[in-house]
C-alpha cells in the first residue's frame, strides 16, 4: 500500500533543474523526519536530503550539498526537494520517506513509510 506519493521527475540536461514533490497522508505527513532518497541502477539506496520536522533542520549528502534544498509546505502537507546543477550522475529513481527519528537522517532504517518512486534522468 503506497502512503507517499512522488511527482516532478523528468528527463533534463546537464545543469538543469527539477523540483520534486511529494504527499501522503496526515500519519505520514505528521512523522519527526522526512527525506528523499535515490537509486540509481544497480546501486544501493542513499539519503540525499532530510528535514526535521519540528525546528526545520535540514542535512544533506556530501554529493548534492549546495545543490539540492529540501523543504516543506504545512498547510498543504507537501515535501519539495528543489534540485538544481543537475549531474548525469544524480540520474537515479528518487523516493520520498517519512520516519519517527531523524537521529541518523540519512539512513534507511530511520525510515518506515516510503512512496514508489519518480525516475530523474540527467543528459550530458
Known amino acids: 500500500q503506497v502512503q507517499l506519493v512522488e511527482s516532478g521527475g523528468g528527463s533534463v540536461q546537464a545543469g538543469g533543474s527539477l523540483r520534486l514533490s511529494c504527499a501522503g497522508p496526515e500519519y505520514t505527513y505528521s512523522s519527526f523526519c522526512m527525506a528523499w532518497f535515490r537509486q540509481a541502477a544497480g546501486k544501493e539506496r542513499e539519503g540525499v536530503a532530510a528535514?526535521?520536522?519540528?525546528?526545520?533542520?535540514?542535512y544533506y549528502s556530501d554529493s548534492v550539498k549546495g545543490r539540492f534544498t529540501i523543504s516543506q509546505d504545512n498547510a498543504k502537507r507537501t515535501l519539495y526537494l528543489q534540485m538544481n546543477s543537475l549531474k548525469p550522475e544524480d540520474t537515479a529513481m528518487y523516493y520520498c520517506?517519512?520516519?519517527?527519528?531523524?537521529?541518523?537522517?540519512?539512513?534507511?532504517?530511520?525510515?518506515?513509510?516510503w512512496g514508489q518512486g519518480t525516475q530523474v534522468t540527467v543528459s550530458s
Open positions: 520517506a517519512a520516519g519517527a527519528g531523524c537521529t541518523a537522517a540519512l539512513r534507511r532504517y530511520e525510515y518506515l513509510y
Open positions: 528535514i526535521r520536522r519540528g525546528s526545520g533542520t535540514t
